[in-house]
């Protein structure tokens, strides 16, 4: 069974920075991408960052670019999404997720391609 489990949420100041962190177990994740969205309160689920296996190709939304940076252990079936310059709009619900799609290069923004979701973790940016 495969599990993502996000850590690293919780309640800071804007301007400040928070480290979130997911783990995958319960298959092989060789050749996927994996990524991160979030949920904002009455908002519907928005790409946020991702990366390929190789970390050769990364994607950020324009609205986190030059403030988050997503990176990958693959040894350790880890991704993270270190954010910075945090902004009371980062709020939400952020989703660790992995995809095996073949056209992960032109639909990395699309959930629709991503097999494997976490339960989320919970960034609060106060102002």
């Known amino acids: 069974q495969v599990r993502l489990v996000e850590s690293g949420g919780g309640l800071v100041q804007a301007g400040g920075s928070l480290r979130l962190s997911c783990a995958a177990s319960?298959?092989?994740?060789?050749?996927?991408?994996m990524a991160w969205f979030r949920q904002g309160p009455g908002k519907e689920r928005e790409f946020v960052a991702a990366v390929n296996w190789s970390g050769g190709r990364i994607y950020y939304a324009d609205s986190v670019k030059g403030r988050f940076t997503i990176s990958r252990d693959n040894a350790k079936n880890t991704v993270a999404l270190q954010m910075n310059s945090l902004k009371p709009e980062d709020t939400a619900i952020y989703y660790c997720?992995?995809?095996?799609?073949?056209?992960?290069?032109?639909?990395?923004?699309?959930?629709?391609?991503?097999?494997?979701w976490g339960q989320g973790t919970q960034v609060t940016v106060s102002s």
């Open positions: 997720t992995v995809s095996f799609s073949l056209v992960f290069g032109g639909a990395y923004y699309l959930p629709s391609i991503y097999s494997y």
């Open positions: 319960g298959r092989t994740f060789s050749g996927s991408a």
